[in-house]
Nanobody, 125 residues
Framework: VHLVESGGGLVQTGDSLKLSCAAS????????MGWFRQAPGKEREFVAA????????YYTDSVKGRFTISRDNANNTVYLQMNTLKPEDTAVYYC???????????????????WGQGTQVTVSS
């Protein structure tokens, strides 16, 4: 599956952004989807994930209550709504797809096989 992220940009503290990740292929609904991010000089970290049906989600603690992951299986797209953005949210954001059989929101990068090219999010203070 080919993944393409969009929606990144430069915003101020407290602003919102909605990232999108469009997937190619007809089997999007069979993938658990996740969002990761990587800040300069830091390792890639998990942000959020969503099960195949969208009924189960999981977030890293630092974004709980501010970010919402969702998916539209009819349009092969996963979203990340980011509210109340902080400078520490600045990073390249990647979406990823996991083909593994367990339908749960995976939180580890090695559980994902397909990755997008990333979209830059910069939050100024």
């Amino acid at each position: 599956v080919h993944l393409v992220e969009s929606g990144g940009g430069l915003v101020q503290t407290g602003d919102s952004l909605k990232l999108s990740c469009a997937a190619s292929g007809r089997t999007f609904s069979t993938y658990v989807m996740g969002w990761f991010r990587q800040a300069p000089g830091k390792e890639r970290e998990f942000v959020a994930a969503i099960s195949r049906s969208g009924g189960d989600t999981y977030y890293t603690d630092s974004v709980k209550g501010r970010f919402t992951i969702s998916r539209d299986n009819a349009n092969n797209t996963v979203y990340l709504q980011m509210n109340t953005l902080k400078p520490e949210d600045t990073a390249v954001y990647y979406c990823a797809a996991s083909p593994y059989s367990s339908d749960r929101p995976y939180a580890r990068a090695y559980e994902y096989v397909y990755w997008g090219q990333g979209t830059q999010v910069t939050v100024s203070s």
